[in-house]
């Protein structure tokens, strides 16, 4: 059996990354997996201060924004995962399968920690079981995201596979991350070298999902790049991360190749590049913000969506929930 999990913080703003390396390219998938589950990871949102109204604001737009991208909800499993109790549950568990160890190595709570580490949260912390219990949880054997969430899968994967050493069982699959499209990791506009996410500072660094025409447009007239025009070929882009972030922006957009980008605009200034990037962002994102903003004036809609899929996830976990417990040795009389 094949089984797809994937999920998205709610904690601001969607950017471009979001969509162009995960949620556009879940679209697919239903075609080749029985489930497909896209969950809105609200409680992975509160490892670090979420204010409560935003979050259910939040909450609502990453899903309006999941089916505004075309992921349909009828075929398509979506839901918020506070909704569905068996994630804690088997984050639990997991707590005691990971070694303090594995979850040291991780380099996203480095990242997020800071220098401040003793003030971070213990959530933050144990993030990533958290995130194996989500798709163990369904037995999910492949898993579609962006590059970063590289290293929290292996983490799903050493989880899985001592749970089915310690246990003599082969409860759970070994996931398989799915990373593909040409947007694996956009990187900020500000900085070639950083990821664009949603917690940089600069708003600059982003093109976010409820940008409008003037924002997109201002954000890549500002976004930097260097003295160069455009190569012809892709090696002209080695070393000048900036310009190939654009490129890259562009070759996505388009559902086009680097190459075929630099068929076009090779030998041309950035002068010339940028608005045409900044046409081809408006025309492809403007029909999924007005979607989402509709879906957002009509929360009634999204949260029928947000309960049914909670409904048809439990009952997906409720077997797998009740072997794990009796393999761990849980006694429910
Ligand atoms: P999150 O909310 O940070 O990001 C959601 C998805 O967007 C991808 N992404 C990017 N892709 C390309 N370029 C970027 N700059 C960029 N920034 C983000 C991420 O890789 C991700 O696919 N821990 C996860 C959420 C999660 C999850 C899960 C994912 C919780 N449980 C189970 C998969 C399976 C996260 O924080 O994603």
């Known amino acids: 059996m094949k089984r797809i999990f994937s999920g998205v913080q709610p904690t601001g703003n969607l950017h471009l990354g979001n969509y162009l390396g995960a949620i556009r390219n879940w679209v697919h998938l239903q075609d080749d997996f029985e489930d497909c589950l896209f969950c809105v990871v609200d409680m992975h949102a509160i490892t670090v201060w979420q204010d409560p109204a935003d979050l259910i604001a939040n909450t609502r737009e990453v899903a309006a924004a999941m089916i505004a991208a075309g992921v349909d909800p009828e075929r398509n499993i979506i839901f918020n995962q506070s909704q569905v109790s068996g994630h804690a549950e088997l984050a639990w568990i997991f707590n005691c399968v990971a070694r303090l160890g594995w979850l040291d190595r991780m ?6 920690a800071g220098t401040d580490k003793e003030r971070a949260s213990v959530g933050l912390y144990a993030y990533p079981n958290l995130m194996a219990a989500d798709i163990l949880l369904y037995k999910g054997t492949h898993v579609p995201v962006g590059e970063d969430q590289k290293q929290h899968l292996e983490l ?5 596979a001592k749970f089915n050493h310690d246990y003599k069982t082969e409860m759970f699959p070994i996931v398989e991350p ?3 499209g040409t947007a694996t990791r956009v990187m900020s506009l500000k900085d070639g070298t ?3 996410s949603k917690s940089d500072p600069s708003d600059l660094s982003r093109i976010t999902m409820t940008d409008d025409t003037d924002a997109i447009a201002r954000k890549i007239k500002k976004a930097k790049t260097d003295p160069d025009g455009l190569p012809s070929e ?4 080695e070393g000048r991360p900036e310009a190939a972030n654009l490129v890259g922006i562009y070759a996505a957009l388009s559902g086009t190749e680097v190459t075929d980008v630099l068929g076009e605009f090779g030998g041309q200034g950035f002068g010339v590049f940028k608005p045409a990037l900044a046409a081809l962002a408006v025309e492809k994102l403007s029909p999924i913000q007005d979607e989402v903003r509709r879906l957002m004036d009509d929360t009634a809609a999204v949260d029928a969506v947000l309960r049914s899929g909670a409904e048809r996830a439990r009952a997906l976990a409720e077997p797998i929930l009740k072997e794990v417990q009796k393999t761990v040795g849980f006694l429910h009389p």
């Open 107 to 112: 380099t996203q709570f480095k990242e997020k």
């Open 156 to 160: 799903a994967r050493d989880i899985a």
């Open 178 to 180: 799915l990373i593909f």
């Open 194 to 196: 950083k990821k664009m």
């Open 234 to 237: 892709a090696k002209g882009l």
